[in-house]
């Protein structure tokens, strides 16, 4: 079973910068999508940003196109979401997730295996 632990969140202010990350326990990150996916409070999970085991196929939510950015360390079992320009409404709480195979996917039904998420608060 992989294990998924997320950092990097906090509290910041409109404008600035944050950069969260997700390790993977070792040998099961291996031939596996990764995704980024947040919740706000009374609202849904929803994806933020994807990257295919080979990172050559990433995808971005439309809210965070142009300000996040998705990569990943295979060497070292972890996945990277930098985000610039934060604004309030990117407020919520982010997970990671391990997608069942080596595609990235949009829909939480490719990932069968979740963090427990990490907190990003945007003050005005």
């Known amino acids: 079973q992989v294990q998924l632990v997320e950092s990097g969140g906090g509290l910041v202010q409109a404008g600035d910068s944050l950069r969260l990350s997700c390790a993977a326990s070792?040998?099961?990150?291996?031939?596996?999508?990764m995704g980024w996916f947040r919740q706000a409070p009374g609202k849904e999970r929803e994806v933020v940003a994807s990257?295919?085991?080979?990172?050559?196929?990433?995808s971005y939510a439309d809210s965070a196109s142009g300000r996040f950015s998705i990569s990943r360390d295979n060497a070292k079992n972890t996945v990277y979401l930098e985000m610039n320009s934060l604004r309030p409404e990117d407020t919520a709480v982010y997970y990671c997730?391990?997608?069942?195979?080596?595609?990235?996917?949009?829909?939480?039904?490719?990932?069968?295996?979740w963090g427990q998420g990490t907190q990003v608060t945007v003050s005005s």
């Open positions: 070792q040998g099961t990150f291996s031939g596996r999508a």
């Open positions: 997730a391990a997608g069942k195979g080596p595609y990235n996917s949009r829909s939480r039904e490719a990932y069968d295996c």
């Open positions: 990257i295919s085991w080979s990172a050559g196929s990433i």
